[in-house]
């Protein structure tokens, strides 16, 4: 990456968002805005909230699950 100007650029990571910052009305806003957002949905989750609990809960507990599965021997013919 090249700089154009000649001023100065932050550094990265400097403008990060830290939420012991925010201030109790800023919380109880986004408390109130999330509570909204779930109303409105109907109770449901958002689709790419659910996508993503899903791809972590396999990644995180598939090849266990899959391992013990695999390990069992297979059931004798009757």
Do not use: C, F, I
């Amino acid at each position: 990456m090249t700089v154009t100007s000649g001023a100065p650029q932050p550094a990265r990571g400097s403008h990060r968002w830290d939420p012991v910052e925010m201030t109790e009305a800023e919380k109880l806003a986004a408390q109130r805005e999330a509570q909204h957002d779930l109303a409105a949905r109907g109770r449901r989750p958002a689709q790419e909230n659910l996508q993503h609990y899903l791809a972590h809960e396999r990644l995180a507990h598939g090849p266990a699950v899959r391992r013990a599965t695999a390990a069992r021997p297979a059931p004798a013919p009757p």
